[in-house]
Every structure is written in C-alpha cells, then in structure tokens.
C-alpha cells in the first residue's frame, strides 16, 4: 500500500544527544515536510523540501537539520542546539502544484521524542 | 501575519446529529484549504481539499465549504456516528511557491456519544 512510514514511533533521549527520526514514502511524491505538533497549538513548520538535494527553513527550523539524498527519504535529525525538543513529530508529503492549485497533504503516523 | 482559528475547541453530541465545524483565517489570500481528522496519539487523515477557485467539497458525509471574502470554512459532518469521534483540524495553504506549505488551526475535539 502506499503511504508514509515514519520511524520509531516513540523515542527517548538524554539531554545533550542527537537523534533522527526517519521518514520514508512510496507516493512518489516530490514534496516532503517535517511539522512539530505541541498540546494546545497548532503544528509548526519546521523544514520542507521540493527536490532531491534541496530544503528550505520552515517557520521553527533552529535546532533541527534535514537531508534529502533520496526522493522517497527525508530524515530529521534533532540536535541538541533544540532548546525544547519534547514533542510529536509528523512527515508528510505532497505533489508539487501547478498554477494556482497545490498537490493534497499526506501525513504520516509520527513519532513522539520525549527528552528525559 | 496568518492566524488560522478553530471554534468551538471542543464538541459534544449525541449520536445521528448533523453538526458543522467552523474555521476562520485572517488573510484571504490563500490558496487552498485542507480538513484533517486526528485520532489520539495518531497522525492526520486528510479528509477535503478546497483550492481557492472551488467553493465547496463533498466526501460521502462530509461536506466542506470555503467562502475566502469572509475568511471562512465549515465542515458538516452528517448523520454523526461514534467513529466520527476525533480532533478536526483545518489548515490553510499560504501563497506563493509549488509546495503546500499550511498553517494549521489547533483543530476542535469531536465527542459522538452513542
């Protein structure tokens, strides 16, 4: 079936570390995005990316680096430059739009990071 | 600046009633807006897409409506079952660029009661 996979579902980590959280999809999708989900507000922006070997800055984009070697991949890594990295992680991805209509957005199931 | 908000935050009704869900945006240049179901723990299903040249949108029982020169959307969910139960998220598309970049409600929290 097609769709997003996002990998782990739940991840702890000590203060101080890095971690990545993987984001894989089979839609053949050229857009991918990462979104921080906080309790109580709505999901944030953090990195997005359009093309193989391009991203740009979302709205909250300190603290966090993202890769896209691949078109299927787009992995975040949490640095430890993140002031308050507790929080539910989302992967999605869209096709690309063309004129004034933008492709549908996709999630995946998330993963929650929880910083010990 | 975009700010996307959802009223009521919280929901509760009892089986087989029709109810809407409304969302507002301040910037009505926007170019689309997407509805999303999020179960507890779970990630977003989206449910409807509106592009900005479209005013409405109709998925079995749901129906999304978007009326950009009041800043407005509602969802109207009919016949409303227990599964329905969930939080609705709506988001709208700023402009400018092929990716959907969308700014997000913080999404109203449907209780159907059977």
């Known amino acids: 079936d097609g769709g997003i996979t996002q990998s782990p579902k739940y991840l702890f980590r000590k203060e101080g570390q890095n971690v990545t959280l993987s984001c894989e999809q089979n839609?053949?999708?050229?857009?991918m995005y990462w979104y921080r989900q906080d309790p109580g507000q709505g999901l944030r922006l953090i990195y997005y990316s359009q093309i193989v070997n391009d991203f740009q800055k979302g709205d909250i984009a300190e603290g966090y680096s993202v890769s896209r070697e691949k078109k299927e991949s787009f992995p975040l890594t949490v640095t430890s430059a993140q002031k308050n990295p507790t929080a539910f992680y989302l992967c999605?991805?869209?096709?690309?739009?063309?004129?004034?209509?933008?492709?549908?957005?996709?999630f995946g199931e998330g993963s929650r990071l929880t910083v010990l | 600046k975009q700010e996307v908000t959802q009223i009521p935050a919280a929901l509760s009704v009892p089986e087989g009633e029709n109810l809407v869900l409304n969302c507002s945006f301040t910037d009505s240049a926007i170019y689309n807006l997407q509805w999303f179901r999020q179960d507890p723990g779970k990630g977003l299903t989206s449910l409807l897409l509106?592009?900005?040249?479209?005013r409405e949108q109709t998925s079995g029982r749901l129906n999304a409506s978007l009326d950009k020169s009041s800043g407005r959307s509602t969802l109207y969910i009919a016949a409303s079952q227990p599964g329905d139960s969930a939080t609705y998220l709506c988001a709208v598309a700023r402009g400018g660029g092929a990716t959907n970049k969308l700014i997000f409600g913080t999404g109203t929290l449907l209780a159907v009661q059977p």
């Open positions: 839609l053949n999708h050229d857009a």
């Open positions: 509106i592009q900005s040249s479209q």
């Open positions: 999605a991805s869209s096709t690309l739009g063309t004129g004034r209509n933008t492709g549908e957005l996709f």
